[in-house]
């Protein structure tokens, strides 16, 4: 009998809708920041005036639940969208897109968000205020605010950001994120099949973390990088200076355009492709097997721990430079050709593998196995 009560109690009939009208809705509010949070939104941000104007757009029920608070500066802007609950995202041909199933939903305690229910944010803020954007699911439009940028963009959806300060980006799979330019620190966190597109700046710090199949471009002056590429996915850098530290996984592809780096770092796994063409000072390189490396120029000391059947090139071919300290171990079955003088320094050669150099020092110390070839062009 309880069970019969429970059950009636559950699945009774869902009873009808009251009429949920589209308002709008305007609030002004004074900041140096604005913090976005939990929001089933298409949003806008304007960059202009003298205060933050929100102006929301939606169903009447939906926007009745918008929180706003001012605290030091700070406006925080809250939806209806609890971060921590399940939800589903039903179309127009969704599996549970009846009325009564969705009552059900609801009666579960299941967040549903139905096209409907997506408001429409328009915000207009001064020139120099801070954003921190996270859980806003919908597309997002930002204009040149010239100042620090925390951006999380949700599973599939489209951000567009004009000219920032110091940056951290967070693109959830299979998103697409493009900024004009970032004068500042800046973090990248590229989940799977994303794309994020920086085309200018002048960064200072660079941290990239990219999971498989993403895609990663960040143009422009950078000083100091520190790039993590997973499996199967691209990242390309322009001008670097500094230290340059790159990590490929499996079938990855980093390629740096140019600059002047004091250290350069490279670690790449099976069948990963790594590419600098720039000049470097002091360069390391542990390559795995089936791995292929290229280093435009380099001026003070070469570091090469070659795996099985991997490729190294050093020098672009137009110029003969000369590296004054060498040490490299080149696995079975590689190969190392470096278009500079090589001046001192050790080369051991395993198996079968191949190294050449335009000339070798007389303090250049050589161990190779009987089937390896050290030679020059």
Do not use: C
């Not at 100042?147 to 300060?165: D, F």
């Not at 590429?229 to 990242?235: D, I, K, Q, R, T």
């Not at 000391?301 to 040490?327: F, H, K, M, Q």
Request: hydrophobic content about 40%; charged content about 25%; aromatic content about 4%.
């Amino acid at each position: 009998m309880k069970l019969r009560k429970l059950l009636e109690s559950k699945l009774t009939p869902a009873p009808e809708t009251k009429p949920d009208p589209v308002t709008v809705r305007t609030l002004r509010h004074t900041g140096r920041k604005l913090v976005l949070r939990d929001l089933f939104a298409t949003l806008v941000v304007e960059v202009g005036g003298e205060d933050i104007d929100i102006t929301a757009r939606g169903r009447t029920s939906r926007l009745a639940k918008l929180q706003v608070s001012e605290k030091n500066d700070t406006v925080t802007l809250r939806g209806v969208k609890p971060q921590d609950a399940l939800s589903l995202h039903l179309d127009s041909t969704g599996l549970f897109n009846s009325r009564w199933s969705r009552w059900l939903l609801r009666r579960l305690d299941v967040v549903v968000l139905a096209p409907e229910d997506s408001i429409g944010l328009t915000i207009r803020v001064p020139e120099g205020t801070g954003l921190d954007i996270n859980g806003v699911d919908g597309n997002i439009m930002i204009g040149d605010t010239q100042a620090a940028l925390t951006l999380g963009v949700a599973y599939n959806q489209i951000a567009t950001v004009g000219r920032v300060s110091d940056a951290e980006i967070e693109a959830g799979s299979s998103s697409r994120v493009t900024v004009a330019g970032v004068h500042g620190s800046l973090h990248i966190g590229a989940e799977y099949s994303s794309q994020v597109t920086v085309r200018d700046g002048d960064i200072v710090g660079l941290t990239v973390k990219s999971d498989s199949s993403s895609v990663v471009h960040v143009l422009g002056r950078i000083h100091d990088a520190d790039v993590g590429a997973a499996y199967n996915s691209s990242v390309k850098l322009g001008m670097v200076s500094g230290r340059l530290d790159l990590a490929g996984d499996s079938s990855s592809d980093l390629t740096v355009l140019g600059g002047t780096a004091n250290q350069l770092e490279v670690k790449a796994a099976y069948n990963s492709v790594v590419k600098y063409g720039g000049t470097a000072r002091e360069v390391t390189l542990k390559l795995d097997s089936s791995a292929e490396a290229w280093v435009a120029n380099v001026t003070a000391s070469l570091t090469v721990n070659a795996d099985y059947n991997s490729r190294l090139t050093i020098g672009d071919g137009n110029s003969e430079g000369v590296i004054p300290i060498v040490d490299i171990r080149a696995g079975s079955s590689t190969e190392i050709r470096i278009r500079a003088v090589v001046q001192r320094g050790r080369i051991s050669a395993d198996y079968n593998a191949l190294v050449l150099a335009r000339d070798y020092g007389n303090q250049v110390k050589i161990r190779q196995d009987d089937s390896a070839q050290v030679g020059t062009f």
